[in-house]
């Protein structure tokens, strides 16, 4: 029976409340249905200790330490002290459990273990940050563009050369595997994609009344979702309202800060924090928006929202990573003016974004069915 130990650098679990843990749980549970055993190193946070009964079953053995968000002192500090824990730990289950590939999900922890050698390895990029610093740099000014176009011409010499440190590469989506093959060559990157975390339910039950809602859902802690939500609430709302005054605007999402729980006025404009169960928000929602300006990777709000048969409007750069035919299976806009017309035309009309959304379905279920990711 082969023996597989993974190393990340966050807790996977069912609704942990970002997309990366919930990938590698989906990861956990396929392995463990083929019949491989599995071997666990991660970090784990307090609040997440909840979610051991669901991962234990899956490992033949569990290697945690504390996340750097549950460790006193500075952020800096926490961080090293965090991540060289992890390194420790994985040293450790290493020489205990001898596994037959060391698996390695993440760039933070391909960081946190360079030099640990080991016969067979793997590694699943999330993120390809020269291409989402890159992206940042358009979106900047001043002494701040200079900062992300060297920070991307770094990552771009720096991520490659890491990742051939290891045997085998995959990506989490079709876009970055795009980006990665040429630079990582002779390597072969495969891909392993995310997969809907959120499928409609037999017996919905609206988180709210129904109506013109529309809904955006990610981690607020997140820079990039600030950014994208804050620009959609200057540029685009007031255009949305002016045509739809009853319209209302839902974000949904863990560790909203400040600035944005100021944004809510409870009439049109709701911030709700972090949600166990997604899918009633879905349910209730006419459109789902993606107004990020930068982005990367496969973005897993966008994925839900198809899966769950929602019309979905987004930027170019929430579309990087999914690869939908814009017009088809979703609308793309990245100018305030079209991106909230395509808003209110699909809110004024059923039947277009019923049907835009039917096409969004058929497009995540033919290719992003869990059971066909993995097996390929």
Not at 309 to 333: D, I, R, Y
Request: proline letters at 8%; glycine letters at 6%.
């Amino acid at each position: 029976m082969t023996h597989i130990l993974i190393a990340y650098k966050q807790f996977p679990a069912p609704s942990i409340g970002h997309a990366g843990g919930q990938s590698v749980y989906r990861l956990l549970e396929w392995l463990q249905q083929r019949g491989y055993q599995v071997t666990l190193v991660a970090c784990i946070r307090q609040e997440e200790e909840r979610h051991l009964d669901a991962v234990r079953p899956l490992c033949k053995e569990l290697y945690l330490v504390p996340h750097h968000r549950s460790l006193p002192g500075p952020r800096p500090v926490a961080l090293l002290r965090s991540y060289w824990a992890l390194r420790q730990a994985t040293r450790r289950a290493l020489q205990e459990t001898r596994p037959d590939l060391l698996h390695v999900e993440f760039a933070q922890t391909a960081v946190a273990l360079w030099g640990i050698k080991y016969p067979a390895t793997s590694f699943r990029a999330h993120d390809v940050n020269w291409f989402m610093l890159k992206q940042q740099a358009a979106e900047s000014h001043g002494m701040a563009r200079w900062v992300a176009r060297l920070g991307a011409r770094f990552f771009r010499a720096a991520e490659p050369w890491l990742y051939r440190r290891f045997d085998l590469l995959a990506a989490i989506s079709q876009g970055d595997r795009q980006l990665l093959a040429p630079a990582c060559a002779p390597h072969p990157v495969l891909l392993l994609p995310l997969s809907p975390n959120v499928q409609p339910r037999e017996t919905p039950s609206p988180a709210v009344t129904a109506g013109a809602n529309i809904l955006f859902i990610g981690s607020m802690s997140r820079e990039y979702n600030i950014q994208g939500v804050q620009w959609f609430l200057a540029n685009i709302w007031p255009r949305i309202l002016a045509e739809i005054p009853e319209a209302r605007f839902y974000i949904v999402g863990s560790g909203p800060p400040p600035e944005i729980r100021a944004l809510a006025d409870g009439e049109r404009v709701f911030v709700t924090g972090f949600i166990e169960e997604l899918a009633p928000w879905y349910e209730a929602a006419a459109v789902f928006v993606s107004p990020l300006l930068v982005a990367g990777g496969l973005l897993q709000k966008v994925l839900d929202a198809l899966a769950m048969g929602k019309a979905v409007v987004a930027t170019s750069a929430s579309n990087h990573g999914l690869g939908a035919t814009p017009g088809q299976e979703l609308w793309v806009a990245d100018q305030p003016s079209a991106f909230a017309k395509a808003v209110v035309t699909l809110l004024r009309d059923p039947h277009t974004r019923d049907r835009l959304a039917a096409a969004g379905k058929r497009f995540v279920e033919t290719y992003y069915d869990p059971a066909q990711t993995f097996e390929e």
